[in-house]
C-alpha cells in the first residue's frame, strides 16, 4: 500500500497545524522536515515543477501544496466520528451504489482501487477471510463486506429519510422496465419515485455487450441503463438507490410503502422487481459463493485475468458471458448439461472461432470442492450416458442457468404469484389483482427475459398507470 508522507518545517505554522490533525484523526504518515533533510526541498520542487511549498501532501503519486483541513478528510475518509475506507474497482456496480450512497449523505471516505494500488486485493482477500469481496469497506478499521445502504445507515448511525410527499407512482425496481415506466409516466406529467434495492439497470448493468436492442448494434449494458436512468431524471423522475421495500398496504387514497430508507407514499405502484440467477443446488455451492464461485462475469471476472474458469450453462446469458470471459481468460470451459445449447444460434456460432473456449455437452456438475485455502478447487461432472464422473480442475466457476423472480416480499401482501413466484396479471398485460398495482419486466409471468421487450412492458404499465390515475 502507499504511504502518506507529509513535507514541511518546524517554523511553518501551517506545517504544525497538517501533522497535528494526521495524529490526532490517527493517520499514519511520514514527516520530512525540510530544514534537516538535505534533499526534500528538492524533492519538493521537482513534484511541483515550482518553487518549493510546506507543507506538502504527498499521496497516492500526487502531491497536495499547503493542503487544508477539508482537503486532507476529503482524501483520506475523515468524519466527526468516523473514518471511512473504500476498497473497489469502477467496474464493480455494487461499488458504485455504496459511493454513491457515502456521497449522497456528504461523507468523506478513501477509495483504494484494487486494480490500481498494489497489494489491496491481497488486503481485501485477507479481510474477508480469503474471500474476494468488493466493496469492503472499513468504517474505524471495522470490515464490512459487500454491505447495503441499511447496513452503512446503521454502522453510520445515520437517520432514516423524513416521510415523502404523495407520488404518482412508485415503481420498485430501477431496471429496463422500471426506468421506461418512470420515463413515460413523467413525460405525462406524473410524479415517479424509482426505489431499487441495489444498482440501477438490474441485470441488463451486468451484461458487457448487448447486440439485440434496437438502435445499437452493440451497447454495453451499463452504457444503456446509464442512459436510461439519466433520462427518467431529466423528465423529474426520483431515483434511491439501496431502497429495498420490505412491503406496502393501501390506506384510502394511496398505498405505503415500508422501504429500508424510511415510508414512501404513491397513488399506484408498479413493480418491475426483475429476478436474480439461479442456483444449482449440490454440495460445496452456497460455501463457495464469493471464493470462486460466482453469478456476475462483470462483476468478477477481473479477478479472473490470465487464469482458467468454468462457465455452466447453456442459454444465451451462459453463452454471452462466456464470450466476454474469453477475452481475458486464459480459458473457459463451458458445462452444459444437455447434449445441444439453448441459446440462439447467433451465440452458439461465435464459439467455434475462439481459441480459448471449450465445451462440454451432457454432463451433470454434481458437486464443487475446496482446496486446502478454502477456495474454490474443482467440479465433479458426471456423464450423463456413461455415468462417469470426472474432475474439472479451474480458478473459479461461473454459474448461467436461469433466473427466479425477486417476488419473495409479495407473498403476504395479496398480489397474486404463480407457483413459481411470477406474478400474474391480467390477460397478459401489466395489471395485478389488486386495483392500482401493476406488474412489468421479467417478474411478469409470461414476459420475455430481454432488455427490449422489459422495455415494451415498462411502456404498457405507464399506459395503465395513466389510465387507473385518470
Not at 444460434?345 to 470442492?369: A, G, M, Q
Not at 401493476?438 to 415498462?458: L, N, P, S
Amino acid at each position: 500500500m502507499q504511504k502518506l508522507t507529509l513535507f514541511g518545517a518546524g517554523w511553518c505554522p501551517n506545517s504544525l497545524k497538517a501533522k497535528v490533525f494526521l495524529q490526532e484523526n490517527n493517520i499514519p504518515f511520514e514527516y520530512v522536515n525540510v530544514d534537516v533533510s538535505k534533499d526534500a526541498t528538492e524533492q519538493i520542487a521537482d513534484f511541483l515543477t515550482g518553487d518549493p511549498v510546506v507543507p506538502t501532501l504527498l499521496w497516492e503519486g500526487k502531491t497536495y501544496p499547503n493542503p487544508s483541513e477539508t482537503l486532507m478528510a476529503e482524501l483520506l475518509g475523515i468524519n466527526p466520528g468516523y473514518h471511512i475506507r473504500m476498497y473497489g474497482a469502477d467496474w464493480c456496480p455494487d461499488c458504485r451504489r455504496a459511493k454513491a450512497f457515502l456521497r449522497e449523505n456528504e461523507l468523506n471516505f478513501q477509495y483504494i482501487d484494487v486494480d490500481q494500488v498494489e497489494g489491496a486485493t491481497e488486503t481485501v482477500t485477507q479481510l474477508n477471510n480469503g474471500k474476494r469481496i468488493i466493496p469492503t469497506i472499513l468504517i474505524n478499521e471495522e470490515a464490512f463486506s459487500n454491505p447495503n445502504n441499511t447496513t452503512l445507515r446503521q454502522a453510520l448511525n445515520l437517520p432514516e429519510r423524513e416521510n415523502l410527499p404523495v407520488f404518482d407512482v412508485a415503481v420498485v425496481g430501477g431496471g429496463a422496465a422500471g426506468l421506461t415506466t418512470a420515463i413515460y409516466a413523467q413525460r405525462d406529467r406524473f410524479s415517479a419515485i424509482v426505489l431499487e434495492k441495489k444498482n440501477i439497470g438490474g441485470n441488463a448493468f451486468l451484461t458487457e455487450t448487448i447486440e439485440n436492442y434496437p438502435g445499437f448494434q452493440s451497447i454495453s449494458g451499463p452504457d444503456l441503463m446509464e442512459r436510461m436512468a439519466d433520462q427518467a431524471t431529466t423528465y423529474g423522475a426520483r431515483l434511491e438507490i439501496g431502497s429495498e421495500v420490505r412491503s406496502f398496504h393501501q390506506e384510502a387514497h394511496f398505498f405505503t410503502l415500508d422501504t429500508t430508507s424510511g415510508e414512501v407514499r404513491a397513488r399506484s405502484i408498479v413493480l418491475a422487481v426483475g429476478s436474480t440467477y439461479r442456483l444449482l443446488g449440490i454440495p460445496g455451492e452456497k460455501e463457495l459463493i464469493g471464493n470462486g464461485v460466482h453469478f456476475c462475469a462483470t462483476c468478477d471476472g477481473a479477478f479472473y485475468r490470465d487464469k482458467e474458469v468454468l462457465v455452466i450453462g447453456g442459454g444465451n446469458s451462459a453463452l454471452e458471458e462466456s464470450i466476454f470471459l474469453a477475452r481475458f481468460c486464459k480459458k473457459v470451459t463451458i458445462i452444459h448439461r444437455s447434449a445441444s445449447f439453448s441459446a440462439s444460434e447467433t451465440y452458439i456460432e461465435k464459439l467455434p472461432v475462439i481459441d480459448n473456449i471449450e465445451t462440454r455437452l451432457n454432463v451433470t456438475p454434481v458437486s464443487f470442492k475446496a482446496g486446502e485455502d478454502g477456495a474454490f478447487e474443482s467440479l465433479t461432472v458426471k456423464d450423463n450416458e456413461s455415468g462417469q464422473e470426472e474432475q474439472l480442475s479451474a480458478d473459479g466457476v461461473f454459474i448461467f442457468i436461469g433466473l427466479k423472480p425477486n417476488t419473495g416480499f409479495l407473498k403476504k401482501s395479496g398480489v397474486e404469484l404463480d407457483e413459481k413466484g411470477f406474478i400474474i396479471t391480467d390477460g397478459g398485460f401489466t395489471e395485478t389483482n389488486i386495483h392500482g398495482v401493476f406488474a412489468a419486466g421479467d417478474c411478469r409471468k409470461g414476459a420475455y427475459a430481454q432488455v427490449a421487450a422489459a422495455t415494451g412492458e415498462g411502456v404498457m404499465a405507464s399506459y395503465a398507470v395513466r389510465r387507473f390515475l385518470k
